[in-house]
């Protein structure tokens, strides 16, 4: 029974082995062949001709993609979609050309001779044109390498269909194989998993940004419910290409139900504060305790949030640092959201003034100097008000009461300008500002004990 169990291996690997040795027999074979056709005089003639319309292409290519950078550079008022397609066709220049005097020539020379003796000139102009065709229709990827896989996917299969061995290739691709237990990957199955894959998830990324695009311009959804809405969107579009791809491929996806509860559990214990996190954002995006926009402080963190991701929050404050907050951070310590229901911050100014001045007149000073900073409000039930807190051992005491309507625009700043109005205020009319004086003597010194005698009567 152990001979058995050991001979399998053994038997696997022989079979591989002799798939690949046909696969090698059989590229070899397929080349030899195709080179004997390009070999016959007509075919060469034409092979020559087409690499020269393809040498006049790129010469022809220079001056009139210069003269046509040109013209574009004199069309500022296009809108950005016509002036994108117009720089496509900029860089498509030389396919273009190629196409038009390949096809062109085939035309001529089916007129003055045998159509034979153009067929494989109109080969190449079906290749040509099929890759402008997919270099053009590839654009709407927004994804470089998924654009990459998808264009040339896409024109090798085409170039296939278009030689008429699409059968010899797939046969030669699926002598190529690994078996791995009663599984058999074959190299065919992995260029179908590429291109299937690539599709789907060129056309998942499509429509998902055409999803958020809508979402974010819809104003009857908040911010939070659009960043909700836009990531389950993406979620969704994903993992439905993923599993149909596996399901075209003929995988069994029965297989997969015992591997992701696997996956799973070793997740939960080893990624703890990632799933919490994750878990947290989706709670903050349900709860719309906060929402992209808002002003927050969080500990000694005060600023505004920028965006809301999947792991964290992005804060950016005053001073142009942003902070990237982990979402449990949110939900488990005390946030303060200036901007949660409304934009109204109410602050408040403390300053004293000398016993000498007149109270009422510092509370109407105070109030009428408030007033001309330009960030605070002076609409009903938002007016600046003074009320007298105490009298201290130098001051009356005073607090200043402001509200403003921007917390996103600093709350320092805006301390700091109203302090200068006062203070401007206060120096136009005469009221004073106390500060504690102390007077200090010195022991035993005779300026001192002098001072000391006369104002005890010595």
Same mark, same amino acid.
């Given at each position: 029974?152990?001979?058995?169990?050991?001979?399998?291996?053994?038997?696997?690997?022989?079979?591989? #082995?002799?798939?690949?040795?046909?696969?090698?027999?059989?590229?070899?074979?397929?080349?030899?062949?195709?080179?004997?056709?390009?070999?016959?005089?007509?075919?060469?003639?034409?092979?020559?001709?087409?690499?020269?319309?393809?040498? /006049?292409?790129?010469?022809?290519?220079? %001056?009139?993609?210069?003269?046509?950078?040109?013209?574009?550079?004199?069309?500022?008022?296009?809108?950005?979609?016509?002036?994108?397609?117009?720089?496509? /066709?900029?860089?498509?220049?030389?396919?273009?050309?190629?196409?038009?005097?390949?096809?062109? #020539? $085939?035309?001529?020379?089916?007129?003055?001779?045998?159509?034979?003796?153009?067929?494989?000139?109109?080969?190449?102009?079906?290749?040509?044109?099929?890759?402008?065709?997919?270099?053009?229709?590839?654009?709407?990827?927004?994804?470089?390498?998924?654009?990459?896989?998808?264009?040339?996917?896409?024109?090798?299969?085409?170039?296939?269909?278009?030689?008429?061995? #699409?059968?010899?290739?797939?046969?030669?691709?699926?002598?190529?194989?690994?078996?791995?237990?009663?599984?058999?990957? +074959?190299?065919?199955?992995?260029?179908?998993?590429?291109?299937?894959?690539?599709?789907?998830?060129?056309?998942?990324?499509?429509?998902?940004?055409?999803?958020?695009?809508?979402?974010?311009?819809?104003?009857?959804?908040?911010? +939070?419910?659009?960043?909700?809405?836009?990531?389950?969107?993406?979620?969704?579009?994903?993992?439905?290409?993923?599993?149909?791809?596996?399901?075209?491929?003929?995988?069994?996806?029965?297989?997969?139900?015992?591997?992701?509860?696997?996956?799973?559990?070793?997740?939960?214990?080893?990624?703890?504060?990632?799933?919490?996190?994750?878990?947290?954002?989706?709670?903050?995006?349900?709860?719309?305790?906060?929402?992209?926009?808002?002003?927050?402080? &969080?500990?000694?963190?005060?600023?505004?949030?920028?965006?809301?991701?999947?792991?964290?929050?992005?804060?950016?404050?005053? @001073?142009?640092?942003?902070? &990237?907050? %982990?979402?449990?951070?949110?939900?488990?310590?005390?946030?303060?959201?200036?901007?949660?229901?409304?934009?109204?911050?109410?602050?408040?100014?403390?300053?004293?003034?000398?016993?000498?001045? @007149?109270?009422?007149?510092?509370?109407?000073?105070?109030?009428?100097?408030?007033?001309? $900073?330009?960030?605070?409000?002076?609409?009903?039930?938002?007016?600046?008000?003074?009320?007298?807190?105490?009298?201290?051992?130098?001051?009356?005491?005073?607090?200043?009461?402001?509200?403003?309507? @921007?917390?996103?625009?600093?709350?320092?700043?805006?301390?700091?300008?109203?302090?200068?109005?006062?203070?401007?205020?206060?120096?136009?009319?005469?009221?004073?500002?106390?500060?504690?004086?102390?007077?200090?003597?010195?022991?035993?010194? %005779?300026?001192?004990?002098?001072?000391?005698?006369?104002?005890?009567?010595?």
């Amino acid at each position: 029974m152990m001979e058995e169990e050991q001979d399998q291996p053994k038997d696997a690997i022989a079979e591989s #082995t002799a798939e690949a040795l046909e696969f090698g027999q059989r590229v070899v074979a397929l080349l030899s062949e195709a080179g004997e056709i390009l070999l016959r005089p007509w075919n060469a003639y034409q092979v020559g001709i087409a690499v020269g319309l393809y040498l /006049l292409a790129v010469l022809l290519s220079r %001056p009139i993609g210069a003269a046509f950078h040109n013209w574009l550079r004199h069309r500022s008022g296009w809108p950005r979609w016509r002036m994108r397609v117009a720089l496509v /066709l900029h860089k498509r220049i030389r396919a273009i050309l190629f196409v038009f005097l390949i096809w062109a #020539t $085939v035309l001529i020379m089916q007129e003055l001779t045998w159509p034979s003796r153009s067929w494989l000139l109109g080969v190449f102009g079906n290749l040509a044109l099929a890759w402008l065709i997919v270099a053009f229709a590839t654009r709407l990827v927004g994804n470089s390498l998924l654009r990459s896989m998808v264009k040339y996917g896409a024109w090798t299969w085409i170039t296939l269909r278009i030689l008429n061995v #699409t059968e010899e290739v797939e046969s030669l691709l699926d002598g190529l194989a690994v078996h791995l237990g009663d599984t058999r990957i +074959s190299l065919l199955l992995l260029v179908q998993a590429a291109v299937i894959l690539g599709v789907l998830f060129a056309l998942a990324r499509f429509i998902s940004g055409t999803a958020a695009n809508r979402i974010k311009r819809n104003a009857d959804i908040s911010p +939070s419910m659009q960043v909700l809405g836009v990531k389950l969107a993406q979620i969704l579009l994903y993992g439905a290409a993923f599993f149909m791809g596996l399901k075209a491929l003929g995988i069994d996806l029965t297989g997969l139900a015992v591997l992701s509860g696997a996956i799973g559990v070793g997740l939960g214990f080893g990624l703890q504060k990632v799933v919490s996190n994750l878990v947290s954002g989706l709670i903050i995006l349900l709860d719309k305790s906060i929402k992209p926009g808002d002003v927050i402080s &969080l500990g000694e963190t005060f600023g505004w949030i920028n965006s809301l991701g999947a792991r964290y929050v992005s804060v950016v404050t005053r @001073d142009g640092r942003e902070y &990237l907050i %982990p979402n449990e951070d949110l939900i488990t310590s005390q946030v303060v959201n200036w901007s949660h229901s409304d934009n109204y911050v109410r602050l408040d100014l403390r300053f004293g003034t000398g016993y000498g001045d @007149d109270p009422h007149q510092v509370r109407r000073i105070a109030i009428e100097a408030a007033q001309q $900073v330009p960030r605070v409000l002076s609409s009903d039930g938002k007016k600046p008000v003074c009320h007298v807190t105490g009298f201290g051992d130098s001051s009356v005491d005073y607090v200043l009461r402001i509200w403003i309507d @921007d917390p996103s625009g600093g709350l320092t700043n805006i301390r700091g300008a109203v302090f200068l109005a006062l203070w401007d205020a206060f120096q136009a009319a005469g009221v004073s500002i106390p500060f504690p004086q102390r007077e200090v003597r010195l022991l035993n010194d %005779p300026m001192s004990v002098r001072v000391a005698s006369e104002e005890n009567g010595g």
